[in-house]
């Protein structure tokens, strides 16, 4: 038995992963803390797992975030992922290093599994003064933005004859790393405060790269291949979805019988502020069932549901999915592959955070549709959900990688690269 430390911001995708990590690992036997922020306490306790809350400015709310002010008057892409990542994942940093090295100066003798975008390792492993677990495993719930010869965060750059790929996206990759300079400056500027020396690449290569090992939830044929992927990244698979024990099925679910196709529409847990982006476009009049999984109160909705449509706040994924013919997503990490590894093609509508680079791997991959905006119309997400209910070629390319998903194992593979 091994007693781990599990940490995480508290963000819903990159917490809710590293709580399946950690009620695994405790499930295999080992001591587990688990390390977030304090409106987490219940979820963690729930789940039978020892609680330490994060304090200072690593312990915030996350929907004040994502609808503060300034936030909302930048547009998606770097100027929001920078606002993102400087007040979401670096500013925290310090306050998580505090925590950190308060649970490893009562016990040395514990190894840590630490979401990617948890930093508080970052510092004493970059030479500030601490103590260091045994091990440090980093786990990504976001694609990879590593920079590389064959690709780019969104793909590799189209090239024309003669012209070289390589270069092309080495380009690309300085280019993204330069829009992304506020982030290193901001995370430099927090290194040396405490003590450390500068990051050895820039944050988002990073946070990839200085663990003893980063486990990326993801596999092959999701991923752009990469030739120079670091020796300590492993694509491990995904996480299985988790049932929930006191979920009972709504009066209609006996509906949802092969009669007719189900589309499934989903804004997630964050980016669910206002349905009339993805959900309400999608509740149109089509020989379809609909099932929207809201993330919230149906009373959020304003746009008429019609007869073909069926709402509620939550429905357990290992339930749904195997029911769907299409997903219709706003583009996060987790749910996307979730539907890919239980066979079901994608209509992808996003453009914050990580979401294009989703989409551009469902995309490139031909596992589903990038509508390309996280506003669609319903005539957009209509002709999208028709296609794929009617195109065999996407259909089995999800069916093929589905397949590779389930070749994977990411608990046990997360297990043996903690503990070798």
Partial sequence: M???????????????????????LAAHGHHVTVLTGSGLREAVEQAGLAFVPLTGAADFDINEWASHPERGALPPGPPQLNFDCIN????????????????LDQDPDQYLVANALFLGALPVRLGAPGARPLRWLAVSAVPLPLSSADTTFFGPVPVGAGQDGK????????????????TDERLGVLLAGLGAGGAPATFFDAIFTVADATAVLTVPGFEFERSDLPGNVHLVGILAARAAEDWRPP????????????????????????????????????????????????GALTARIPANARVAEFIPF??????????????GFGGTQLAVAAGVPVVMAGESEDKPANAARVAYHGLGIDLQTATPTPQAVAAAVES????AEVRENVA?????????????????LLLG
Avoid: C
């Fill in 2 to 24: 091994a007693k781990v430390i599990v940490a995480a911001p508290p963000v819903p995708g990159e917490f809710i992963p590293l709580l399946e990590v950690a009620r695994g």
């Fill in 88 to 103: 979401v994942f670096v500013n925290p940093m310090p306050d998580e290093h505090a925590a950190l090295q308060e649970l």
């Fill in 167 to 182: 270069v092309a996206n080495r380009a690309a990759n300085a280019e993204f790393a330069a829009a992304m300079g506020a």
């Fill in 251 to 298: 009066a209609w679910w006996g509906e949802l019988d092969g009669s007719r196709p189900v589309v499934v529409v989903t804004q997630g847990t964050v980016a669910n502020a206002d349905l009339a982006q993805l959900v309400e476009p999608t509740l149109a009049d089509l020989d379809v069932t609909v099932v929207a999984a809201l993330g919230r109160d149906p």
């Fill in 318 to 331: 290992d339930v749904l999915l195997p029911k769907a013919d299409v997903f219709v997503t706003n583009g």
């Fill in 388 to 391: 794929l209910l009617e195109d």
């Fill in 400 to 416: 093929r990688q589905a397949k590779v998903y389930a070749q994977h194992n990411a608990l046990d593979t997360i297990e043996r």
